[in-house]
Structure formats: structure tokens, C-alpha cells
């Protein structure tokens, strides 16, 4: 099955010159669905994972169902302020500004191998956050998997050092 297919194209969204890809379409198809989590699955399953970390929001569709194909437990990576235990927190950069994300203190324990999901990659500054709160938690990353890559802005850059897998990229 060819996803990119399921896949919508929204011109001048989320402002005028961007191409959006609107994975909705994509999820609303009970085979593309299918096929995300399977494609995702067949590439990780001969690699060790104790939890799957799944960054808000999107990466939360993908995330739990891949852990339940893998095995695994599953962990939420959120914005500040949405967690309700004690939390360690990365705050990192973005192309205007910084953002920061959250995690539970006690989800990730030493030696945990961590699969990170995410729906895109884009300029990957939010997986290397992600990476880099599990690895000051003591997890080791094991695999960052994302549905969509957006090639053309280099985020596979800043993931340098990590096994980055993506289902579907694009050019441009």
C-alpha cells in the first residue's frame, strides 16, 4: 500500500508558501492506519524496547499502539505543565523562540532502551529534546521512528549518533 496516497496535501497552511501534510486522511483509513503501525513495528522488532516515548500530540496516536505491538510500556513526553507528578524538563531551541517538553521523573528508569515516536521530522529539534531528556534520565536511546520526514530541512542532522527511521519522506 502506497500511504503517501492517503496522505492530504494542504497548500499555504499553516501560512502562505508552507505545503502542509495532513495525516488525518491517513488515519481515518483503517489499512493506512494499519500500515503505519505495522511499518513501524517491522522495523523495531528485532530491536529491544522497554517503552515507547511518544512526544505530544501526535506522536500519542502512534506511540501506545506500537508499544502494545512491541511488547513494550509507553511513555508521554508533553508541554510544561500537563503531567501530574514530579517532572524533569528540557527546554530547547526553535527556529524563533524555544519550547520546552516534560517528562514524569520516574518514566524512564537507568538502563531503559527508549524507542522515541513522532508523527514528523522536520527540522528534528524537538526528537533531540526528547532524546536528550532520556538520556540525562540514564535510558538509552534505541531507535527514533517518525511517520512522515521532511528531507529537504535536515533534522536526520541533529539526530547524528541515533538509528532514525521514517516511514515515508519527502523532497519537498
Given at each position: 500500500m502506497d500511504l503517501k496516497t492517503l496522505i492530504r496535501e494542504v497548500p499555504d497552511f499553516p501560512k502562505p508558501g508552507i505545503l502542509f501534510y495532513d495525516i488525518t486522511t491517513l488515519l481515518k483509513d483503517r489499512a493506512?492506519?494499519?500500515?503505519?503501525?505495522?511499518?513501524?513495528?517491522?522495523?523495531?522488532r528485532d530491536t529491544q524496547?522497554?517503552?515507547?516515548?511518544?512526544?505530544?500530540?501526535?506522536?500519542?496516536?502512534?506511540?501506545?499502539?506500537?508499544a502494545y505491538a512491541l511488547g513494550a510500556g509507553f511513555v508521554p513526553v508533553r508541554k510544561p505543565k500537563k503531567l501530574p507528578a514530579e517532572c524533569v524538563r528540557v527546554t530547547y531551541d526553535l527556529e524563533y523562540g524555544t519550547d520546552t517538553l516534560e517528562m514524569h521523573k520516574d518514566a524512564v528508569r537507568q538502563g531503559d532502551r527508549v524507542l522515541i515516536v513522532d508523527d514528523l521530522l522536520a527540522t528534528g529539534g524537538t526528537a533531540a529534546a526528547a532524546a536528550r531528556m532520556?538520556?540525562?534520565?540514564?535510558?538509552?536511546?534505541?531507535?527514533l521512528g517518525f511517520v512522515v520526514e521532511l528531507t529537504f530541512l535536515g533534522g536526520r542532522g541533529r539526530l547524528s549518533g541515533h538509528d532514525v527511521f521514517s516511514l515515508l519522506e519527502y523532497d519537498k
Amino acid at each position: 500500500m502506497d500511504l503517501k496516497t492517503l496522505i492530504r496535501e494542504v497548500p499555504d497552511f499553516p501560512k502562505p508558501g508552507i505545503l502542509f501534510y495532513d495525516i488525518t486522511t491517513l488515519l481515518k483509513d483503517r489499512a493506512g492506519l494499519r500500515g503505519v503501525i505495522d511499518g513501524l513495528k517491522d522495523h523495531y522488532r528485532d530491536t529491544q524496547v522497554d517503552v515507547v516515548l511518544g512526544i505530544e500530540a501526535r506522536g500519542f496516536i502512534f506511540a501506545p499502539a506500537l508499544a502494545y505491538a512491541l511488547g513494550a510500556g509507553f511513555v508521554p513526553v508533553r508541554k510544561p505543565k500537563k503531567l501530574p507528578a514530579e517532572c524533569v524538563r528540557v527546554t530547547y531551541d526553535l527556529e524563533y523562540g524555544t519550547d520546552t517538553l516534560e517528562m514524569h521523573k520516574d518514566a524512564v528508569r537507568q538502563g531503559d532502551r527508549v524507542l522515541i515516536v513522532d508523527d514528523l521530522l522536520a527540522t528534528g529539534g524537538t526528537a533531540a529534546a526528547a532524546a536528550r531528556m532520556v538520556e540525562d534520565a540514564g535510558g538509552v536511546v534505541v531507535g527514533l521512528g517518525f511517520v512522515v520526514e521532511l528531507t529537504f530541512l535536515g533534522g536526520r542532522g541533529r539526530l547524528s549518533g541515533h538509528d532514525v527511521f521514517s516511514l515515508l519522506e519527502y523532497d519537498k
